[in-house]
């Protein structure tokens, strides 16, 4: 399994070098990064505005699992404390594995609690799709269809409005 779309994001601390150290962190294996949007909050409003950003990475080595263990290093790289009794609080940097592909361009679908795949919440959260769409702009989320036509909903595109576009913020590709 090699190909991957990472979503990164960070609301604490200084939010641009958190998405910057999880880029570089992924070294050569990253090979399209979207522009960089401030969000407000999904989930839990009561917090700081959001960095975020979406990759797509590629990594011959890498299964699925493999992804994962990246994408939890470089939360702890970052910092990264859990607050159990906040389910979606803020945090220096999150890293989340949105849909993997195998070699034969298959996308792995898990339902383990822990790598769902493709994420469970993705479909619902522009702050990923729509960065997503920036760099793959035929993109599909397995089970869903075209994420051109998820961002079209009204609940979605809302969403979509209320996030500004960084270009002052750049992220660059290929370690
Ligand atoms: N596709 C996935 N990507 C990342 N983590 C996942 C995925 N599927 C399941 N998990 C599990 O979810 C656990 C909690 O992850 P995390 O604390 O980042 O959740 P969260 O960011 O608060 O919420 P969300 O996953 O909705 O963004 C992780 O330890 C991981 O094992
Ligand atoms: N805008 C935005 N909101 C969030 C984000 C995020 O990355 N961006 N991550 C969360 C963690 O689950 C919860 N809410």
Sequence with gaps: MTRAVLSIGANLGDRYAHLKGAVEGLGESV??????????PWGDTAQPAYLNAVLLAVDPAADARAWL???????????RVRDPGRRFGPRTLDVDV????????????????????????VHERAFVLKPWLDIQPYAQLPGHGWVTDLLNLPALAADANAMTPRPDLTLESGG
């Design 31 to 40: 090979v399209l990064v979207s522009g960089v949007y401030e969000t407000p």
């Design 69 to 79: 263990e990246k994408a939890r290093n470089l939360e702890a790289g970052a910092g």
């Design 98 to 121: 949105i849909a993997v592909w195998a070699d034969d361009g298959d996308p792995v679908i898990s339902d383990d609690p822990e790598l769902t795949l493709p994420h469970p919440r």
